[in-house]
């Protein structure tokens, strides 16, 4: 059993976050998600399902490679094949975890797996000791321990402690539990088990009824040790348990909560700038913690007691989760040390110089078109140089768009197809409309637009716009970004963006037999 009086971190943004729709990361970004997790001090890093695709495999590899001081975390079925990949992807890390699950819930045992209970335990128990031949850090999980008889988990569970499981997580795959029914699972589960003394008590729960936080934290009252959660909350369907939410209630109610964190919670807003940058999935203002109006007072009543005294209305500072940091103020005559200085407080750093001086370039044609550059700009600007070296297959040259009161918009888009320009000219319904329509005529990729999206990255009428749409194509998903202060234009490139990879040769499917 770990120390009682710490709550570990398990951040599985890498790979149930990745499971929302549209939110797929590539080898880089996962990279680069894993190190501002690490500067953040998370306890584990779910990196991926390595099995899942040759893509999968090589992302985990990839973190389990640049990350030293968090534990490395692959998910696998309980199948032979799966762990052996995890352990394969898994073994250059400085530490890892196998974390392995197959369902118990009557309706997931019965429909989905057909197999008897017994059966279940059996290759639960193989699994977990398969497990146990590369790492002494084994995690086990049956999936859809919410709806999950009670006396079935106990015996289960006891059995895969018995085989070597340290780290037992209890799922509410499904979003159906309440945190009174939920804590009290834990609790009984803990005292049921011989052998619980043994392992760390662990939940992953996702947020169907908008409950994930409170159970886990339900949880965490009555036992639990470890909780699963990902940045923003992201993730399968309504998302899980925002990593960001757990963290600050349980710092800010140290008078109820039996334990605390070791995060450094000053870093929370890189990285949730970090993941919605990547990902696409802007956070809603009114979001807890890094919501824009999280820490923002309209009410004048409000505004005269913060000003009187910060603790009238706010039970939080925000500085300690990274809002108000001292930071300097880059514009066009700063300078490519300034610019990487401030990157680096960010936590990114490049590779080579080449990655720099693209991103510097970037930079300043930005700090051209705008007088301050702020701390998301630069987010946005060195995803979108990480996304032109990635994918661009097809750059935007030139877009001329003629958009009246009265007269149908029209756009001529100019491209760069595999280094040959091409042109293409079209009418719509506005200007963004003919835009994609030109585009469409030179690179007839016959995708279907799902979602189109736009957001300010800053305040101000010379705000980069960022948007984000979501593009479909012979079962495959992906999302398309592009930045810049005018927004057809940031149309224009998230869709370019969208189309190169989309026809990227490697699909990814999710071969799992369900979620935990």
């Known amino acids: 059993m770990s120390n009682p009086d710490k709550l570990i971190i398990f951040d599985t943004t890498l790979r149930d976050g990745e499971q929302s729709p549209g939110a797929s990361m590539t080898r880089d970004e996962k990279v680069r998600i894993a190190k501002a997790l690490e500067k953040m001090r998370v306890d584990v890093i779910e990196a991926g399902f390595p099995i899942a695709s040759p893509g999968d495999f090589e992302a985990v590899q990839a973190v389990a490679r640049a990350i030293r001081e968090s534990t490395v975390c692959g998910l696998a079925r309980t199948l032979d094949k799966d762990i052996d990949r995890a352990a394969e992807a898994l073994r250059e890390a400085s530490a890892f975890r196998i974390h392995t699950f197959i369902a118990t819930s009557p309706i997931h045992m019965r429909e989905k797996l057909r197999m008897r209970p017994e059966e279940v335990i059996e290759r639960a128990v193989a699994a977990v000791k398969r497990a146990r031949r590369y790492t002494d850090d084994v995690e086990f999980s049956p999936e859809d321990a919410g709806r999950s008889e009670p006396d079935f988990l106990c015996r289960i569970l006891e059995a895969v402690i018995d085989a070597g499981a340290g780290t037992l997580n209890i799922p509410d795959t499904v979003g159906y539990a309440v945190p009174d029914q939920f804590g009290a699972l834990i609790r009984d589960l803990i005292e049921r088990i011989p052998n619980s003394d043994k392992a760390v008590f662990s939940v992953h729960c996702h947020n169907d009824l908008g409950l994930a936080s409170a159970n886990a934290l339900a949880a965490v009252m009555n036992g639990a040790r470890q909780v699963e959660c990902t940045i923003n909350g992201l993730g399968e369907r309504a998302g899980n348990s925002a990593l960001e939410e757990v963290v600050m209630a349980v710092r800010t109610r140290r008078d109820l909560f039996p334990c605390d964190t070791c995060l450094d919670t000053t870093q929370i807003m890189n990285c949730s700038r970090l993941v ?35 603790e009238t209305y706010e039970i939080m500072r925000a500085q300690d989760v990274g809002w108000s940091a001292n930071r300097m103020v880059l514009g066009k005559h700063s300078g490519r040390n300034a610019f990487r200085a401030r990157l680096k407080e960010l936590g990114i750093a490049f590779e080579s110089e080449e990655e720099l001086n693209a ?3 970037r930079f300043k044609e930005l700090a051209d078109k705008k007088h301050e550059i702020f701390d998301e700009d630069l987010q946005a600007l060195v995803t979108e140089t990480n996304l032109a070296a990635e994918y661009e297959r097809v750059k935007l040259v030139s877009l001329r768009v003629c958009s009246e009161t009265g007269e149908t918009p029209q756009a001529r888009v100019v491209l760069s197809v595999d280094g040959e320009e091409r042109s293409g000219s079209a009418a719509g ?28 990255i800053t305040s101000g009428t010379d705000a980069q716009g960022e948007v984000t749409v979501r593009l479909a194509k012979g079962g495959r998903m992906v999302n398309g970004q592009g930045a810049d202060t005018d927004i057809v234009i940031a149309s224009a490139k998230a869709y370019i963006n969208g189309y190169n990879k989309i026809v990227q040769v490697s699909g990814k499917a999710h071969p799992q037999q369900g979620e935990v």
């Open 359 to 361: 991103a510097f370039a």
């Open 429 to 456: 319904s506005g200007p963004v409309d003919a835009t994609y329509r030109a585009i469409e005529a030179i690179v007839d990729s016959g995708a279907e637009l799902q979602l189109y999206s736009v957001n300010n």
């Open 276 to 310: 919605a940058g990547i990902t696409g999935f802007p956070v809603q203002p009114n979001k807890a913690i890094v919501g824009a109006n999280a820490f923002a007072h309209e009410s004048g009543i409000h505004q005269d007691g913060v000003l009187k005294s910060r």
